[in-house]
């Protein structure tokens, strides 16, 4: 299968740091190490359209090792790192479509590309490729597939309530050891390394309002506030609402928020988070960026329209002069800022991500069968058993209940 990359000559910076990263995936390691004798996954078709990083590359040779034909396209326009990109094709045989920076009709191209693989499994992070397939006419349909993230899910969940998704999936980011450390500790510190890349500016002192709590959200405003900013919450659920307080942050609506803030993030997976009535009433200089899936969540067509003046300050700052004279500075083009200017989330939170990924394609190779097209979470026993290997790789134990504990808790009859 021919491949379309940005340059094949880059393969040797690719290879040295997929490698980097592969060092720090010790659950993924020990996962290749078996596929590469099982071969779970002999024979199968798999199209995953994914962010094309260094961790994301050793997940695609965790797949190939383990039999399947895997094919790779972008799930961003921004995310492709072009030298893994170019590796996976040169050094491993795994056909690759994505280069940095497509445009739109490229990159959905390239959603074709992949998906001319006749995959049996599909694997997404946007739910790209499953909409592709119900939305175009397609031949024979994937026996199942699975999604990575949050804004995935919930297409997917609204496809299954409309009974309209034709093939099962299986939700990698329900999985406890996905969500509560990816979404977490991932996008909390490699949010903070977006910004920081992409602007230099410090942020002990800053006021940095974060939209949306969800395990994104959270993580970024507990990392926010460990570099030192006072950092403010923005929600519409009352719950999280009241957590954000006692977890000790300021709560208060977008309106009042827009008035005080330095630094805005929005992490929420809706749209229009950020519109131009508070464009209108920020600081001079206002940073503003998204670190949710799509470019959705702040009005950039709204703030155009109350624009008299645009230039580029620097990659990934772009300043909006509005035609009252204040300046909004747009990341990134309100694409994740966590992917485009910094490297996504670090390999080592990524090895459990993508040990769900490549166990749940095992578990579909074996029971797709038998299951009806719903999204499904990740089956327990496999979410328990990355925590047991993720939590021994690290070099940590716990405890096992003695058989008085187990009994205690299993009886409601034993006494205090
Ligand atoms: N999503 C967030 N961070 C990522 C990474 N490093 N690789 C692939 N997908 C990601």
């Known amino acids: 299968m021919k491949s379309d990359v940005k340059?094949?000559?880059?393969?040797?910076?690719?290879?040295?740091?997929?490698?980097?990263?592969?060092?720090?995936?010790?659950v993924l390691r020990s996962i290749k190490k078996r596929f590469s004798k099982t071969k779970p996954l002999k024979g199968v078709n798999i199209a995953s359209c994914l962010h094309v990083t260094t961790e994301t590359a050793n997940l695609m040779i965790t797949l190939k090792a383990g039999?399947?034909?895997?094919v790779l396209c972008a799930s961003n326009p921004l995310s492709t790192q072009d030298d893994v990109a170019a590796s996976l094709v040169k050094d491993f045989g795994i056909p690759v479509f994505a280069i940095c920076g497509e445009d739109n009709k490229t990159y959905y191209k390239h959603i074709n590309a992949a998906l001319s693989n006749k995959p049996d499994i599909t694997m997404d992070d946007g739910a790209d490729l499953v909409s592709t397939i119900h939305t175009s006419k397609t031949g024979k349909l994937p026996i199942g597939g699975t999604e990575e993230t949050t804004t995935g899910v919930i297409r997917l969940k609204s496809m299954a309530k409309n009974k309209v998704l034709k093939y099962p999936i299986i939700s990698v980011n329900d999985a406890d050891t996905k969500h509560l450390f990816d979404n977490r500790y991932g996008t909390g510190q490699s949010t903070v390394d977006g910004i920081v890349r992409a602007t230099n500016v410090l942020l002990a002192g800053k006021t940095i309002v974060v939209c949306g709590y969800g395990w994104c959200g959270r993580g970024f405003a507990m990392r926010a506030r460990g570099m030192g900013a006072i950092v403010v919450v923005v929600e519409v659920d009352p719950v999280k609402g009241i957590e954000a307080v006692m977890d000790g942050f300021q709560v208060m609506t977008i309106a009042k928020a827009a008035r005080i803030g330095d630094i805005f993030c929005t992490l929420t997976g809706d749209i229009h988070v950020i519109?131009?009535?508070?464009?209108?009433?920020m600081k001079d200089?206002?940073?503003?960026?998204?670190?949710?899936?799509?470019?959705?969540?702040?009005?950039?067509?709204?703030?155009?329209?109350?624009t008299k003046k645009k230039r580029i300050i620097r990659d990934f700052i772009e300043e909006y002069t509005l035609k009252s004279g204040k300046r909004i500075n747009i990341l990134a083009d309100g694409r994740l800022i966590n992917l485009a200017a910094a490297e996504g989330h670090p390999p080592s939170v990524m090895d459990m991500s993508f040990a769900n990924q490549s166990l749940s394609a095992e578990y579909l190779a074996r029971n797709a069968s038998k299951m009806e097209n719903k999204v499904y979470c990740v089956p327990e026993e496999i979410d328990s058993s990355i925590a047991k290997m993720k939590l021994r790789m690290m070099g940590m134990e716990i405890d096992k209940l003695t058989p008085e504990q187990e009994k205690y808790l299993n009886s409601w009859q034993m006494g205090t």
Do not use: T, Y
């Not at 340059?7 to 010790?26: D, F, T, V």
């Not at 519109?275 to 009433?281: A, D, G, Q």
């Open 7 to 26: 340059n094949i000559k880059l393969a040797s910076k690719g290879k040295i740091r997929i490698e980097w990263a592969e060092r720090q995936m010790p």
């Open 67 to 70: 039999g399947a034909n895997a």
């Open 275 to 281: 519109r131009p009535e508070h464009f209108k009433v």
């Open 285 to 306: 200089s206002a940073i503003v960026c998204n670190s949710g899936h799509f470019n959705v969540e702040i009005d950039i067509k709204g703030l155009k329209k109350m």
